[in-house]
Every structure is written in structure tokens, then in C-alpha cells.
């Protein structure tokens, strides 16, 4: 998908993603996070953070966390459900950070 098309979809997926029990995320999650994202460090960033589901889970699992998403409705509904997290509107080739200023970085599909 395009950002143009994100951007159009963005209330749509919100509101999918926030009904309980319309996807697997619940299901596959825990393992995600217990299995394959490492310990919380100093920063963790989450490409693609989209309305910031995965982004209250690092933070409850102790990670200073920050997100970004090239559509700023994803964005603005992130922040609107985390004050913990920092997030930015932003392309993920070109990200708006120096090198090196997170010791773990994230990305899922779902």
C-alpha cells in the first residue's frame, strides 16, 4: 500500500483494530513478545506503528518507546492512546533519527 492509501484507510483500520477479537494479534502476541523482541533497552523503536497497539505493549513491557507511521490519523490516534510513547510522522527509508539511537527497532504486519 501507498501512504495516499493508508492515509484513506486510516479510520477503517483503527476502528478494526480496536473491536476485541478481530484479528490474531491477541493471539500471537504474547509469544511475539516473550520469544522475539528482546529485553528492553535504553530506546525502542517501532516502524510502522500504525495506531499503536504494539506500542502499549512495549511500553508495558518496559521499553521506552517510539513509533512512527507515514499516516498522521495513525499517528494522532497512537498518541491519543499512549502519553508514554513518542511518535512521528515518517517514511521508514528515511527515518528522522541519528544513527545508532535505539538499541532495538520493531516492525509487524499485523
Known amino acids: 500500500m501507498k501512504r495516499d492509501?493508508?492515509?484513506r484507510e486510516a479510520a477503517n483500520w483503527i476502528a478494526?483494530?480496536?473491536?476485541?477479537?478481530?484479528?490474531?494479534?491477541?493471539d500471537y502476541s504474547p509469544g511475539f513478545f516473550?520469544?522475539?523482541v528482546a529485553a528492553p533497552g535504553d530506546r525502542t523503536l517501532e516502524i510502522g506503528c500504525g495506531e499503536g497497539r504494539v506500542i502499549r505493549?512495549?511500553?508495558t513491557r518496559g521499553h521506552r518507546a517510539f513509533g512512527?507511521?507515514?499516516s498522521e490519523t495513525m499517528v494522532r490516534a497512537a498518541r491519543e492512546?499512549?502519553?508514554?510513547a513518542s511518535f512521528a510522522v515518517a517514511d521508514a527509508a528515511a527515518l528522522p533519527y541519528r544513527d545508532e539511537s535505539f538499541d532495538l527497532v520493531v516492525a509487524s504486519t499485523r
Not at 478494526?16 to 491477541?26: E, H, K, N, P, Q
Not at 492512546?81 to 508514554?84: E, L
Open 81 to 84: 492512546m499512549d502519553a508514554q
Open 68 to 70: 512512527i507511521d507515514a
Open 16 to 26: 478494526w483494530v480496536r473491536t476485541l477479537g478481530d484479528d490474531a494479534y491477541r
Open 34 to 36: 516473550d520469544e522475539v
Open 57 to 59: 505493549d512495549l511500553v
Open 5 to 7: 492509501d493508508w492515509e
